[in-house]
């Protein structure tokens, strides 16, 4: 049995078979309600909570108005069996991790998230009651971050499940934060820590495979409850960017760890126009994520590295600036920005110098 | 050999056959490429035409800046064999018509659309030439009605192809035009003609068939270029707002016209707390779509009441309103609102009432 905080206790089966027990409840075919009873139903649960939300759902379009802020929106698509396995996915943390991972891009910008717009595509072994678990993850997701779930599309597919959450969110002029605002000697920061995600996402795939070889098996899921949760139910951080703003701090670059550590630091170096030094024993990793990366005979560092899915910010600012959150625990300086010519450098534990590659996701099979 | 506006002309062959001739000419595949060469390479196509457009792209976030007016947006997703079949849609026009369907909606507000962001996702079937041809019709029609792409994401997926388009654009806040605000007596209008786009569909479906039970067959499409033309590749009426705008006109509810002309005339009535009467004989349906329909033993005035994909629009206006538009061309006054209790009633060529009933897209096999 394994804690996930907010949706209560899940034992390994549950989340193995939750298909089973949903459809055990109560299963009630899509086409009982017709695409308008579906949006119906979906759409009496939303509650808006932004002065900035004007209109949602019912129209055309929801509107909003974020006044005299600038508007910052992004686009993300989930797709099973490419980005999450049904087989061990909770529908309910599937829908609250979607809207995370929307929302993150915002606070990736040093912006408030205030909306979201949510396209489902559902094959028909979807049943009302799974739908159901899925959107009362993301409205627990939207209640949780103040967003506002102001439209969408819900349609069918001939297999799967495909999600894509448009997020919009808003900053002053001044406060946004792009990626190529980092200068030289400037400070490398990382929040929380990185790499539990990934070593989450190995665990439920050993599990898996143990099961699908032998379904009496049940999954030994005891002892990850960290690495699991960060896995299956991400947060993002909101708590920062309110921090920044407390703070009076205003990071000179920033971008949310969605890719892995190396992907972003090579995003805001290309950008930029510098190299950096990164130094592998300053990268915050958790005590069960080590242990959970070791057990698998992995490299904890390479996990935190390419792992994604963190939802962690990366962000540079002034050594000045710096001196303010030294303190702070959520934030761990991991490295420093340096001339172009010098490259992006991982600085070993044993002092050697590995160039940094960006990994991406290779939802394509590439070599990036 | 039909004639397709702006893409040239398209063979029926090439039209059933456009995935042979694609991989003929050159066939890489995406991960060739990876992920992130796959979205610099798209990005690089991208022009901005839009000061309100500050950022696109490369960053976590799009922003933008509407200033002082109010920002519209909705989202769409298009599923293969659900909103399109690639055995007879080409690619370039399946790119254009997503777009066109996304600012529809914005259109539909009395806005003006400004930005666009996209989601694919793609299985590995299709080559870099195919999403080539795709992007290209997408930004073929964000040069055309001046709307920026913005931003997107680029994922796989098991089979088939998953499309899906948010539009934002813009409004002042009395411009905007909601579905609620129809009053009684108020004209009925529609823009252009219904129906063409849902019989052309019927003509390809009827030459799919003939050519899956005979490849040696060739679809016959000659005849039908317009009614294919309003299927495969729709145009969004951004005119008509113009219109709006120079004659000092703003309709009192206005919806743009995607499930059928009964389904929106239902969201009117229901949302401004109306009933109406529709004159079937004022319905307008172009000759074409008349005898495609009767060809198909189909009754022309049932194409244009559930077929959908019109993507014109659908507006009240009281009665002196309507005096300065009477005698516009685009402009066809189809009936008028009456009290709630009246209900929604079509008034048959004979003079009977029949109840209005709204069909959707029945994507789910509901009743709706």
Known sequence: MISLTGFGTLSGFCIFAQKLIVSEINFTPINELGEFGLIDRLTEQIKISNSSTLKAGGDD???????????????????????FDLLYTPLQHLGYKSIVAGISDIYGMNGMAGQVLVSVAISNHFSIEMLDLL???MLAACEYYSVDFVGGDTT??????????????????KDIVYRNGAKKNDVLCVTGDLGAAYTGLLILEREKHVYLEDKKMQPKLEGYDYVLQRHLRPEARMDIVKNFRELHIKPTAMIDISDGLSSEILHISKQSKLGCKL???????DPSTYHTARELNLDPTTCSLSGGEDYELLFTLPVEEFEKIKDHPDFTPIGHMTDEDFGCKLISKSGGEHELKAQGWKVFGGEE
């Open 61 to 83: 379009c929801a509107v909003i108005d974020y006044k005299n802020k600038q508007t910052l929106v992004s686009t993300d698509m989930l797709v099973s069996n490419v980005h």
């Open 135 to 137: 959107f009362s993850g």
């Open 156 to 173: 069918t597919i001939g297999s799967g499940l495909v999600i894509n959450v448009t997020a919009m969110g808003h900053a002053s002029k």
């Open 279 to 285: 130094f592998e024993d300053k990268i915050p990793i």
